[in-house]
Nanobody, 115 residues
């Protein structure tokens, strides 16, 4: 079993920055890649960024150049550095760990960007 705990959300003004953290515990050896997703009110959950166990990354076009996903293997933690935030980035952000058998989700953390 993998457990994920997110932290770092909050309220920020447009143009500001936030860094989200996702601490993994349990059977972390089973994780192939990890990602950050977000779900705005009334909308479906969407992919923001992913990072593989080998460190390869991929981003949704809407966040390229503004967000950076990274992982610290020693701390079993994945980060999402967000800058130049826009009101449309407002959402609940979820961390996910993808294994062969399943996807494990964190509880989510709210990010609100005021205009």
């Amino acid at each position: 079993q993998v457990q994920l705990v997110e932290s770092g959300g909050g309220l920020v003004q447009a143009g500001g920055s936030l860094t989200l953290s996702c601490a993994a515990s349990g059977s972390i050896f089973s994780i192939n890649y990890m990602g950050w997703y977000r779900q705005a009110a009334g909308q479906e959950r969407e992919l923001v960024a992913v990072v593989t166990s080998g460190g390869r990354t991929n981003y949704d076009d809407s966040v390229k150049g503004r967000f950076t996903i990274s992982r610290d293997s020693a701390k079993n933690t994945v980060y999402l550095q967000m800058s130049s935030l826009k009101p449309e980035d407002t959402a609940v952000y979820y961390c996910a760990g993808h294994t062969v058998a399943a996807t494990v989700w964190g509880q989510g953390t709210q990010v609100t960007v005021s205009s």
